[in-house]
């Protein structure tokens, strides 16, 4: 989720290209870079940190040229430091490079690379396109070419910027599953990640598709297909004022992060499965760790405690390996028990929640292995951990998580059928739920389809006076996270629990007007489930049920029933109704006239403990 941005025409492009980042500062960046042409050679300039490191290099008298493209760069592969910064060269600086995305099989190309003699300054997987693209790129050859002979070694998502020494008024670009916008001028063109970058100098804006190029120059843009098929130009007119662009069209960040969960499903899985469908986690601990390990600790806070709650049903279920789940702020002070072949995994979004880090500062003085998933790469817990796992859900702004915690529990999901595939677990067969992951993005857009029929039930839902959030088995943990929810941006009161423990003392609460929101995600649950929905019911309850739609029982049982796609697994059904509890928290926060990305009291992070 990187920014990128780029201009060609007679403006002074450096000072576009900085405009145009600092429009784009909103998706969180680790270091940025910029590339131009002066004199004859491409000029790269890079810095580690905010923005302004870089602009400062300039001041107030950047040189005057007219093309120049920038990033900055929130880090997938390799610490955010000067060298890793985006633009990188080819080995004979013909070529500079810029990319959002990942490059599955960069380390087999680097491999033969190396092989040939090349030598790499980063540990990027960029750098390796920048070497593919400056090979190619001959005398004669022109650059869109060279770029095109490329793309077809690369496997992944990308948006790849590309210019060069001997063509100083070209900038091609290539998008396969990573965002790039195009914007036209008059005698200029632009280039960025995101529409926000370009509104303030046009609204003739082209969103590049998927398996496309284009050439940028002052007078004209050109697209192809990658097999060199020319595309005509679909040129929009965006009339969204500027705040309303940086959040996608939509309302609010929030409702933006929801809509972006299947493409966080993506690259979340990028670069993790190989060919034959089994899991690649070259960044976790070895397989002499896995046997060694006899039980795993989990500790966050919040909504990452959630996520821990579905680690722990995965770890025991599937692994059958002891788990507790902590909240951070009890671990430190409830002297854990934790032994040499403990495991303790910190589950942050952030990296910087004190609670969670101070954990992980015990962990480290009682010197049990520490692994660490975390969304910020380069964050305290990201860089103090063992290992790290990345759950690439790219920057969250809204203070209610929501694609983080998609994101957290796939990597666990990730995580554990990796060590199932280690450790040879009979009876789990990683490759059947490899393939259910890679349609999962899929189904997750067809949950998010159902948001017109979960908008009426919040408008029903605005003024109850307490909303139950039950299920059992994998569904009680889910619904610790829809009532998180609704707490935090709707402020509607809420009980949670086990659907099963109602009846020892929360169904006192249950009267007219009280609803419960219920999900239903595994069959063997479900007999004893529905009892605990009549009882509700008996007492003056609305019932508002989430199930998979292979099941048909729940028909004349719940008083709402919300479908979602089926698997065959318990675990993905549960995490397909949690966009189901996201938007019914949303859509009864807006009903309600609520701030939603700010709520009350609430801050993203919380450093302080
Ligand atoms: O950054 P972290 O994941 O460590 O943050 C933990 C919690 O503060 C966070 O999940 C909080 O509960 C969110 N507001 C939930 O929406």
């Given at each position: 989720m990187c920014g990128i941005a780029g201009y060609v025409g007679r403006r002074r492009a450096i000072e576009v290209v900085f405009d145009q980042l600092k429009r784009l500062e909103y998706r969180g960046y680790d270091s940025a870079g910029i590339a131009f042409v002066q004199e004859n050679e491409i000029q790269v300039v890079k810095r580690a940190g905010k923005l302004s490191a870089l602009t400062s290099v300039f001041g107030s008298d950047s040189p005057e040229v007219q093309m120049a493209i920038g990033h900055s760069r929130w880090a997938t592969h390799g610490e955010p430091n000067d060298t890793n910064a985006h633009p990188h060269f080819d080995q004979h600086e013909q070529v500079a490079i810029i990319h959002n995305g990942i490059i599955e099989n960069y380390q087999e190309l680097k491999d033969s690379l190396v092989a040939e003699g090349h030598r790499f300054l980063s540990d990027t997987d960029t750098e390796v396109a920048a070497h593919l693209i400056g090979r190619a790129y001959t005398e004669g050859?022109?650059?869109?070419?060279?770029?095109?002979?490329?793309?077809?070694?690369?496997?992944?998502?990308?948006?790849?910027?590309?210019?060069?020494?001997?063509?100083?008024?070209?900038?091609?670009?290539?998008?396969?599953?990573?965002?790039?916008?195009?914007?036209?001028?008059?005698?200029?063109?632009?280039?960025?990640?995101?529409?926000?970058?370009?509104?303030?100098?046009?609204?003739?804006?082209?969103?590049?598709?998927?398996?496309?190029?284009?050439?940028?120059?002052?007078?004209?843009?050109?697209?192809?297909?990658?097999d060199g098929t020319p595309t005509p130009l679909e040129i929009m007119h965006i009339d969204w004022d500027i705040e309303a662009a940086q959040k996608g069209g939509y309302e609010h960040f929030m409702l933006k992060e929801i809509h972006e969960q299947p493409e966080v499903v993506r690259q979340c899985l990028a670069?993790?499965?190989?060919?034959?469908?089994?899991?690649?986690?070259?960044?976790?601990?070895?397989?002499?760790?896995?046997?060694?390990?006899?039980?795993?600790?989990?500790?966050?806070?919040?909504?990452?405690?959630?996520?821990?709650?579905?680690?722990?049903?995965?770890?025991?279920?599937?692994?059958?390996?002891?788990?507790?789940?902590?909240?951070?702020?009890?671990?430190?002070?409830?002297?854990?028990?934790?032994?040499?072949?403990?495991?303790?995994?910190m589950i942050s979004q952030s990296g910087e929640t004190a609670d969670t880090l101070a954990a992980?500062?015990?962990?480290?003085?009682?010197?049990?292995?520490?692994?660490?998933i975390v969304n910020v790469i380069g964050s305290s817990i990201a860089r103090d951990c063992d290992r790290v796992l990345i759950t690439q859900a790219g920057p969250e702004i809204s203070v209610a998580s929501t694609k983080a915690y998609t994101a957290q529990v796939l990597s666990l999901m990730l995580l554990v059928l990796h060590v199932a595939q280690v450790r040879e677990m009979p009876g789990v067969h990683v490759g059947d739920v490899v393939r259910a992951l890679q349609q999962f993005d899929g189904l997750l857009a067809r949950t998010i389809e159902t948001e017109p029929e979960i908008i009426k039930v919040a408008e029903e839902m605005q003024n109850a006076p307490l909303v139950f959030f039950l299920g059992r088995g994998i569904d009680a943990?889910?619904?610790?996270?829809?009532?998180?929810?609704?707490?935090?941006?709707?402020?509607?009161?809420?009980?949670?629990?086990?659907?099963?423990?109602?009846?020892?003392?929360?169904?006192?609460?249950?009267?007219?007007?009280?609803?419960?929101?219920?999900?239903?995600?595994?069959?063997?649950?479900?007999?004893?489930?529905?009892?605990?929905?009549?009882?509700?019911?008996?007492?003056?309850?609305?019932?508002?049920?989430?199930?998979?739609?292979?099941?048909?029982?729940?028909?004349?049982?719940?008083?709402?029933?919300?479908?979602?796609?089926?698997?065959?697994?318990?675990?993905?059904?549960?995490?397909?109704?949690?966009?189901?509890?996201?938007?019914?928290?949303?859509?009864?926060?807006?009903l309600r006239g609520e701030e939603i990305d700010q709520p009350r009291n609430l801050a993203k992070s919380v450093t302080v403990e």
């Open positions: 050859v022109p650059l869109e070419d060279a770029v095109r002979k490329t793309l077809a070694r690369l496997r992944g998502a990308y948006a790849l910027v590309v210019v060069s020494k001997r063509e100083p008024g070209k900038i091609v670009v290539a998008r396969n599953a990573s965002p790039l916008v195009l914007g036209v001028g008059e005698g200029e063109s632009f280039l960025a990640s995101d529409i926000p970058a370009l509104l303030p100098y046009t609204r003739e804006v082209i969103a590049l598709k998927d398996g496309h190029m284009a050439v940028l120059e002052e007078n004209q843009v050109r697209i192809w297909d990658f670069g993790r499965l190989d060919e034959k469908n089994a899991l690649r986690l070259d960044q976790v601990f070895n397989e002499t760790v896995w046997n060694e390990v006899e039980r795993v600790t989990l500790v966050a806070c919040g909504t990452s405690y959630h996520a821990g709650l579905i680690g722990k049903y995965l770890f025991e279920q599937l692994l059958r390996l002891p788990t507790d789940v902590f909240y951070s702020s009890e671990f430190r002070y409830g002297d854990p028990v934790l032994s040499p072949r403990t495991l303790a995994v992980l500062k015990l962990c480290k003085e009682r010197r049990i292995r520490t692994l660490g943990a889910v619904a610790l996270e829809g009532a998180l929810k609704m707490k935090e941006i709707a402020y509607l009161p809420t009980q949670e629990c086990p659907a099963g423990e109602m009846k020892h003392g929360p169904l006192a609460l249950i009267e007219k007007g009280v609803w419960a929101v219920v999900g239903s995600s595994d069959a063997k649950m479900r007999p004893k489930l529905v009892s605990n929905v009549r009882e509700i019911q008996a007492r003056g309850g609305r019932v508002v049920m989430i199930a998979p739609e292979s099941d048909q029982t729940l028909d004349s049982v719940a008083d709402v029933l919300i479908k979602t796609p089926s698997t065959p697994y318990e675990y993905l059904n549960a995490l397909l109704t949690v966009p189901v509890l996201q938007l019914l928290a949303y859509h009864t926060a807006r």
